[in-house]
């Protein structure tokens, strides 16, 4: 039930899938009132993701993605092409177990050769690289102030570097190359309260304007014979339709959705479906997960971090809490003290 797998290879694999797909809206320039960021930082901040969004829509291209997070380096190959309004993605995963995974608009199909299964899911929002423009009120300069730090060549490609860099301490920085005609994303770090690098992921080899065409991903995407198809379904809801809400909000971080997984067909229980409530304050995200108390599988309380992805687990009376986002621990803890059961 996550929204970023606890595997690393899966992460790599979702990142790279989503790394320049970017939602349709971009958040409206912050008003001149606001606390923080002035008019013209926001608008600064708001050009350039407008810059990356029309990227993602017209760029094609076929690379090599390489991830280094938390001591691991994993890498895969990549094919995107846009025709119109529709998006094509293919990843082939290069290091850890095989994966091909598609994605056509909302729909992602992964093919686990390894185990014969190809999962099927539809999926609202993907997440980017970073997760940009999550969130349509999202004040983004309110929180972040960017900062130019020259150009640089990535994978053979002319990039222009540019920093968010926080205004507080309940979120990481991002440091960003950009190809220079385009505004495509080739490379991104994120970096911790320190400014150190968390996690790095960049092509290491980059074709721009490749000859990818999306007849040909699609039939490749279509061919599920001998493997067993599954399709998890999420059904969308509300955190408070399910009984919990947060006590006080933590600064910059909006609700994006919630899900919950449908329980066995013998299950009756109305809300002791896994839940999942996302949060995002247009960049980063975190997801918390609530499921009902099991002895045998919540026996203990513990807290990790894999590069820039931080996960804590907690008890909350008769349920299990799994926060997990690519935030400090700290914030990770607002959130986890702020959640209350109310039926």
Known sequence: MNSKPFSLLAAVASALLAMNYVAAQVPPPVPAQASSGT????????DWLMRMHEASKKQAYIGTYVVSSGGTISSAKIWHVCEGNQQMERVETLTGAPRSIFRHNDRVVTFMPDHKVVRSEKRESLGL?????????????????????????????EADIVVLVPRDTMRFGYRVWTEQKSGMVVKLQ???TDGKVLEQAAFSELQLDAPVK???????????DGYRVEKPVLVKTSASAEGWVLKAPVAGFTPMSCYKRPAAPSASQGGDEPLQWIFSDGLASVSLFLEPFDRQRHDKESSMSMGATQTMTRQLGAYWLTAMGEVPMATLKLFANGLERKK
């Open 190 to 192: 994120t970096l911790d």
């Open 129 to 157: 690289f970073p997760e940009l423009l999550q969130s349509t009120d999202s004040r983004i300069a309110d929180f972040y102030k960017v900062k130019r730090e020259g150009a640089d060549r990535v994978a053979g490609v």
């Open 214 to 224: 999306i007849d040909k991903l699609l039939q490749m995407m279509g061919k599920v």
């Open 39 to 46: 008019a013209a930082e926001a608008k600064s901040i708001n």
